[in-house]
T-cell receptor, first 113, second 112 residues
Framework: QQQVKQSPQSLIVQKGGISIINCAYE??????FPWYQQFPGKGPALLIA?????SEKKEGRFTISFNKSAKQFSLHIMDSQPGDSATYFC????????????FGKGTKLSVIP | NAGVTQTPKFRVLKTGQSMTLLCAQD?????MYWYRQDPGMGLRLIHY???????AKGEVPDGYNVSRLKKQNFLLGLESAAPSQTSVYFC???????????FGPGTRLTVL
């Protein structure tokens, strides 16, 4: 059973536009929600993360929006650049003794000039 | 600092052969993880360790074994490789609590 559903699978955005990737989860024990960025041939790297006690977190052009009641969170990339072209993974962690991140299946973002 | 390194970077095996993937870290992290990444499947946890001498099963442990004899090393073994184990394998290390994880560059394994 997939516990973190991510959409869309792929996304094409024009340079300067806003990229939006959505994730939904089922397990209410999740209490940490990171986003990872992966460039081709590289390992994933932590981009930004949020805990459910806040509804939004912003770091530069990257923002996480969190809706606890809907069990959804999303990544917004403002002013998208070709260098943002990568695969993005959302993930979730339960603080109740689990050390495992549950990942979404990923979104391949292409930012075209 | 090298961070997280993985050896080898590429490997081709025949069905039934065995091999060991090595993950080494110089970040002094307690937690280490092995994931596999397949197209359209995201990252799936194979095994993990919360400290030297400890290991635990993740989501897809069948066909794999691990050992953490030293804090800085985490080994992933395939005793009898199968074509279904063709994948890209990532090692990661993590801070206490399993939040931030730092990934290695990956090993691309093909089983014929």
């Amino acid at each position: 059973q997939q516990q973190v559903k991510q959409s869309p699978q792929s996304l094409i955005v024009q340079k300067g536009g806003i990229s939006i990737i959505n994730c939904a989860y089922e397990n209410t024990a999740f209490d940490y929600f990171p986003w990872y960025q992966q460039f081709p041939g590289k390992g994933p790297a932590l981009l930004i993360a949020i805990r459910p006690d806040v509804s939004e977190k912003k770091e530069g052009r990257f923002t996480i929006s969190f809706n606890k009641s809907a069990k959804q969170f999303s990544l917004h990339i403002m002013d998208s650049q070709p260098g943002d072209s990568a695969t993005y993974f959302c993930a979730a962690l339960s603080g109740a003794g689990s050390y495992q991140l549950t990942f979404g299946k990923g979104t391949k973002l292409s930012v075209i000039p | 600092n090298a961070g997280v390194t993985q050896t080898p970077k590429f490997r081709v095996l025949k069905t039934g052969q065995s091999m060991t993937l090595l993950c080494a870290q110089d970040m002094n992290h307690e937690y280490m993880y092995w994931y596999r990444q397949d197209p359209g499947m995201g990252l799936r946890l194979i095994h993990y360790s919360v400290g030297e001498g400890t290991t635990a099963k993740g989501e897809v442990p069948d066909g794999y074994n691990v050992s953490r004899l030293k804090k800085q090393n985490f080994l992933l073994g395939l005793e009898s490789a199968a074509p279904s184990q063709t994948s890209v394998y990532f090692c990661a290390t993590g801070l206490a609590g399993g939040t931030t994880q730092y990934f290695g560059p990956g090993t691309r394994l093909t089983v014929l």
